[in-house]
Every structure is written in structure tokens, then in C-alpha cells.
């Protein structure tokens, strides 16, 4: 680097005053701080992050569940996400417009959920879409999207109609010269990429030709519709690409404007096997220095100040010093002017290495099935993993065409603009052949992360881990109410209330609240002298995320393989579920009657007669979880609450030990009685000691009676205004549970069972022996299924799998 020296002359000081003590420093250095700099402060203060959804299909028919585990990981490791964090699952139709939304909890970088498809939807195509409020800060919105199908019961004529349309046809071919400019005079690569009307891959070749006619080169797509050609453009000529489709149609398309000066940046990421080699042509003569460096996981990994007499060296970058997954080039002025950018990808030299072993080699139908699922490291080391595993009918679920694992997702298509198909490609099986087409992919995608020379993004949205209620105090000119007062209080429960103020712009927001479903609630709110003339304005939300044309698309010839039979299956696997829930239902209540009966419990809502405690219920604090054993700390003398788990809270009464836990009279356990939000409890009564003795030993811990609002008091209507209004909260989703019935002698059953997923399990956890060991049973047809798994380590390895068995009635079998 080069540096300046300053010589000062005392007797000019006072003449030219302290600027003379101005050090010119040198401007390619004065760049890498900056670029040092906010690199560091976008790792620190930006910190971003990425999710993966792991569903259970790629299509559904109205009414099904879809089942699904989310990934939320740091962008830049891929190690989960440590503590609590609110996810949001929205599904978007064609219009943009949000049709079914959910709120979850992500715990360590982790939640399970499912979405209910709507009896109301209208058959086609949905996005499925995840993402964090963090995540909204930044403009190329990192959300995960996944396009599913969504079919009615009538499923002949949308076959059909899927038939109707299985020719692609091309719409467009775009050229994207290597490094950003096609420069006159300089021999240079140029991509291209040719799709249809869908944005899916149309194989393609054909000429080029120049304004006078002349055939200066040729080009073929090598996969998925991409490919480069190489050639010399020359200033003032246009070029136009000219190609002819199998069916005989012809199709013109512009090529780039030739630049009559600039630079080229040309990159070899794979025929030497240690070191990316990076080549800058330019036809421009200048005196200045130019900067080359190398951005991956949001750090400054390699620079280069470039010279007139280096420039055009060619540089060897060690493979080593690059981290897998995108890696941006980008050559500058020495002011931070882009001149030239590349994107290359590193393949990950190590990764999670996923096994899956059946124990038997076929099954018969309604016979249970164990298999092994082995995690280890590159190395063969077993290491613990988190997975979720999927096991669909493979011949009436058709496979998923977009192919895109958890491992392509989080290192290559959540960091690229556009949609890349089947990027599960580049991962499986590695050849030339795939690493070439992958950097066609690096030249036809632009890039999603932050770029140094960029603006840092505006913070807008912070992180959450719990439920917000919040709103607006508006005057009736519409003015916003600065440091009004708005009163929170749970429907029918005006005596337990919260109170916040308004800020300058008339915003107000209760935090904090940590419950499932909804909750009725009534919002008040006055200026800060009590004026009653204001208006309460809910936040209902109001974020919708787009329809991404960019996104995963399912074309119709992939949906070809969708039967009658698999949408009528699936239509029944909803009634099979709710008639399952329907018969659990029957089995609790009797085992709670005989239960009642033997034990002598006393009737739901009978007061006991020697109760030690009694609560009205409205007088106990709003706890945040909602929780009522949380609202009892410290409301009864000799009872300590300490929370356990998420949202689990437990009891001890002193001198006692763990108490007997009753919901209207009927015996729970400690998990159950966590999971009743204290907004459905009438009153509580506390019985310690010798009045507990009438439950015998059950009783020698003490006991916690509830009673729910059943048949409880009645309370007096609220009666909304403009300052006064009902609001429903809603809560986390409460995720259900997946039916997979057990065939066992105790649980045989004549009930039809047809699933198309025969078997959901989103908590995988193999031990530190990288094994775990999972069981189901089969159902009623003669088929295949197809196992999928998704998962990641503490570390950030990432890994998939996938593996097939086979079910056959007793006499197909084989010997």
C-alpha cells in the first residue's frame, strides 16, 4: 500500500490553519475499513436469519392438514436459532392475498406446526410462506416459499385440464455476460437462460447473428435451459439470438448492448482443484487502483488492490479460505464503485451425513414398521441431530419435482434472486457436468444478501417471542392521541386489567402475552385527561406478503401422476382423523366416569366443604402466559409456582410435596393442568393438609381444584364505542396432533385406511450415537412409500435423505 508523508512548516501553520495537518491517507485502504466495518456491524446488529419448511407433500385436496416442521437458523452458520422467536405461516393465493395465517413459537431454532386447509378454498395454487418479523427489515425478504396445489374432490376434469397444458412453450431467453458487462473487444463468456410462461426450464438451441447477418456463434442449454456461449462482441454492432424449437417454431431475442469501454470479470471455480482462479480483462487505461475482494457469510475473506500493470494477472483464490455455500467478487473503484461481480459456489465439504435402514425388506399391510435413522459428519463420526421425517404413498403422492432440501435451500436458493429449479440437483451425485451447470447459476441470479457497497438496511421491526396487542389512539379528525391512556382487560373480567400509554404518534402495544387460540379482550382508551371523543384502532396485522412470480412453481405435467383416487384418499384421511378424534373423545369420558367411580371424586362445580383457599378467579393478576398456574405466585400462603418448560408451570405446597391437580372435579396431571389458560377459570379452590384428606394419599401432596366457566356466572355485556371496542386476540396455534393408528391386538379396527401420508414425525432426535429408532404402521393398499428427512445439528450441518419400502398383501410376498 502506499503512503503519503506531510511536511509541515511552522510559520504557515497560522496561515493555513490545522487543515494542513490533514494525512492523506491511502483510498484502497480508507475502502477496506469501510467494508470492514459495515460487514461487522451488519453481523452484529443485523444479525439475519433463514427458515426452511419441511412439509409432508407438495399438494393436498381442500380440508387436508398440512403437516410441517420450520428451521430458523443464523444466516450466516446455520446453527439454530437460540432461545424463543414468533414465526409466522401465511398461505397466499395468485391475488397476494393471505387466505389462512398462523402464529408459532420457534424454541432453539425449532417448531412443528400444521394448517387445516380451508373447506372454502378454491382449487389451484398457494404459497406457502414463512418467515420472522426480523426478517421484514431487510428488502430482499429472505422468506421461505414453497407453491403447493391445492385440489377439490372432483378431480377428473382438473386432470384434464392439467393434460391440456403439458407442452412448455418458451417465453423468454435472457443473456447475462459474464461479470455484468459485454465489453467491444473482449472475448467473454455469456450466459443464458431460457424459460416458459410458468418460469420453469425450456431446453433450447440456436445462433447468433449480428445487425449485418453474419453467424458469428452458436449455442445449446446444457440443463435446465442454461448454458454459456463464448465470443468477441464488437462496439456499434447489435446481436440477436435466433433459435428453432422442435415444433418448428422460430423465436428472435436481443442480446446485451456492447459496451465500447469497461471491465470483465472471469472466474474458473472448478478446473483447478484448490484454488478459484479470477481473471480481470478491461479495455480502459488508467493510472487508478482498482479493488478485488470476496465476500461469504456476511465477512471480508480475501482482498486485492489491482494495479495497471495487474490487472491483467490471473489471481488464484485457495478454495480453502472460502467457506461453502455463495461467495460474491466484486471489483471497485477505490471510491466503492461496483465495476464487475461474480457470484461462485463453494460445495460444502462437510455435511450431515443421513442413513436410513429398514428392518425388514417388505411389509405387509396394517403391519407395523421399525426403521433405523443413522446421523453422522463428514467423516463418518455419529453425531445428535434434529429431524423430521415424512413418509408419503409413492404412487398417489407424486414426487415433489422442486427437489429442494434443507441443505440447498439454506446455502443456495435462499441467497440467489429469481427461482432455481430442482436445486437439489447440484448436491446429489457431483459431477463436471453439475458443477458447470452451477455456474451458469451463479451468472443468471442475481444476489439476495447485503452488499458492502449498499446502504445498511433500515430497522423497522423488531424480534419477538411472544404475543403483542397492538393498536392505535386516533382523535376524530384522525389525528393520532399522544400519551393517551388504553385499559386492557379480558372479556368478563373488568377487574384484572393492564394499562399503557400512547407514544407521539398515537401507537400503543401490550407485550408480552404467551397463550394458544384467542382470547376475547376489551380495549378502552382516553387522552390523557380522561376525554372519552378518541377512537381505538386495532393492528390487525395488515402485513401481506406477495405472490412471488420468482417462487417455486408446480407445473401442470408434474401434477399429471395426481389421480381421482389420490384426491378421493386424501379427501377421506379428514374424516377418517375426525371420526378417530370423535372416538378418543368417547374413551376419555368413559375412563373419567369409571374414574369418578372408584375414586369417589366429587361432582364438577360442588364447592368442597372444608377448602382451605377459595379464588374468585377475576381477582388474580393477568399472568403473560396466560397461564393459571402462573396468576397463583404468590397469592397463597406456603404455595411456591416455578415454571418448568415452556408455558409449563408447576406447584409445590410446602410441607406437602406435589398437589393432586382437578379440573371440574376430574384428576389431571401436571402438563394438563398447564395447558388451561387462566381466561376459562371461574374460581380456584386450594385444599392442604388435613383438609385434603378425603382424597386419601392422592391428597398428600394437597390439592388444586378449578372450575371452568361452564354453567359459571353470568357477566354483564360490554357495550362498544368508538373509545371501547372487542377485539379477538389470537394466540399460538395449538398444533394437533398426527393419527397414525396403532393395529395392535388392542387397537384393531375395521375403519378404512387409506392415507396418502401414511406416517408425519416432525421431532426425530436421533442420540449421541447419531441413531434413532422410529415405528408406525402400515394401512390398506398394495404400494410403495416414499420416506423423506430433513434435519441439522447443533453445529449447522445440514443434511437429507430419502428411502422407499414396499407393502404387499400376505400373499404377494416374497419368499
Known sequence: MKKYRIYIISGLLLSFGLSAFIWKEDPIKSLLNTIEQKLQTYRVNYHPEKIYVHLDKPQYVVGETVWFKAYLVDAATSKPVSGEELVHVELVNTEGKVVQDIQLKSVDGQVAGSLSLLDSLIAGEYQLVAYTDWMRNFDDEPFFRKTIHVWEVNAEQQTQDAEAGKVRQLADLQFFPEGGDWVSGIESFVAFKAIDRQGLSVEIKGEIQDNEGNTVASFESTHAGMGALKMTPEVHKTYIAILTQANGNEHNFPLPEVQEQGYVLSVDEYTDQDEVLIKVKTNVST????????????????????????????????????????????????????????????????????????????????????????????????????????????????EDMEKKSILSHLLLTSDLKGYVEQPDYYFNDISEEKKQALSYVMMTHGWRRFNWNEALPQVAYTKKSAISIDGKLVKENGDPVENGEVILYVKDQHQIFLVENTDEEGNFSFEGFDFTDSVELVIQGTTA?????????????????????????????????TTEQFVNRSANQASVEESFQMGLKEMLLKEIVVQERREQIVEPFRLHSRADVVI?????????????LESLQGRIAGMRIYRSGMNDFRAVIRGSGSPLYLIDGVPVDATAMSMVSQFDVDRVEVLKGPSAAIYGG????????????????????????NNII?????????????????????????????????????????????????????????TSYRVILNGLTDAGLTGSAEQSFAVSSPAEVSP
Not at 616 to 628: E, F, H, V, W
Not at 746 to 760: A, F, I, Q, S, V
Open 287 to 398: 493510472e487508478n487502483p482498482l479493488l478485488l475482494t470476496i465476500v461469504g457469510n456476511d465477512a471480508l475473506l480475501y482482498s486485492e488492490e489491482l494495479t495497471s500493470e495487474s490487472i491483467q494477472n490471473t489471481i488464484g483464490v485457495a478454495k480453502s479460505e472460502l467457506p461453502s455455500g455463495i461467495n460474491r467478487i466484486t471489483l471497485a473503484t477505490a471510491e466503492g464503485e461496483p465495476l464487475a461481480e461474480r457470484l461462485v459456489f463453494m460445495h460444502p465439504e462437510r455435511q450431515l451425513q443421513l442413513k436410513v435402514s429398514m428392518h425388514e425388506p417388505e411389509y405387509l399391510k396394517r403391519e407395523e414398521v421399525s426403521l433405523t435413522v443413522e446421523t453422522s459428519d463428514a467423516e463418518g463420526n455419529p453425531v445428535p441431530a434434529s429431524l423430521s421425517m415424512a413418509i408419503t404413498d409413492e404412487e398417489l403422492v407424486p
Open 698 to 721: 392422592r391428597g398428600g401432596g394437597g390439592v388444586i381444584a378449578l372450575y371452568t366457566k361452564r354453567g359459571g356466572p353470568q357477566y354483564e355485556e360490554v357495550e362498544p364505542s
Open 726 to 782: 372487542l377485539h379477538t386476540a389470537r394466540g399460538f396455534h395449538k398444533v394437533r396432533e398426527f393419527y397414525s393408528p396403532k393395529y395392535t391386538a388392542e387397537g384393531k379396527t375395521d375403519m378404512p385406511d387409506y392415507r396418502t401420508t401414511l406416517y408425519w414425525h416432525p421431532n426425530v432426535q436421533t442420540d449421541e450415537e447419531g441413531k434413532a429408532t422410529v415405528s408406525f404402521f402400515t394401512a390398506d393398499r398394495n
Open 529 to 561: 385527561k380522561g376525554n372519552r371523543d378518541v377512537k381505538v384502532v386495532m393492528d390487525e396485522g395488515g402485513f401481506m406478503p406477495e405472490w412471488s412470480e420468482e417462487a417455486e412453481f408446480i407445473a401442470p405435467d408434474q401434477l399429471l401422476t
Open 616 to 628: 374468585d378467579a377475576k381477582t388474580l393478576p393477568m399472568a403473560p402466559s396466560g397461564n393459571i
